[in-house]
Nanobody, 113 residues
């Protein structure tokens, strides 16, 4: 079955950087569009970034554009989200998703001094 396991979430100071990882299994990763979504405390799910199967096409929400970079390694079945210039409003649980449907359990990112 589809498994998505996120990691890398920690407490980081404002202005800091962080890389999230997602290990995928149970499907043909190289053929799937992948996404990162987040849910801040008390708020709904926000789709942060998408990447197509080959990695040449990406999408970013306005809230993270210019600060976050999505990437993937199809040889390793891994998805990444490089986050920089982090702000308090980036605090959320971050989820990896396949085709904006199946999601993992999430990893918590807290941006605070």
């Amino acid at each position: 079955q589809v498994q998505l396991v996120e990691s890398g979430g920690v407490l980081v100071q404002p202005g800091g950087s962080l890389r999230l990882s997602c290990a995928a299994s149970g499907f043909t990763f190289s053929r799937a569009s992948m996404s990162w979504a987040r849910q801040a405390p008390g708020k709904g799910l926000e789709w942060v970034s998408d990447i197509n199967s080959s990695g040449w096409s990406t999408y970013y929400a306005d809230s993270v554009k210019g600060r976050f970079t999505i990437s993937r390694d199809n040889a390793k079945n891994m998805l990444y989200l490089q986050m920089s210039s982090l702000r308090a409003e980036d605090t959320a649980i971050y989820y990896c998703a396949r085709d904006r449907a199946t999601r993992g359990q999430g990893t918590r990112v807290t941006v605070s001094s």
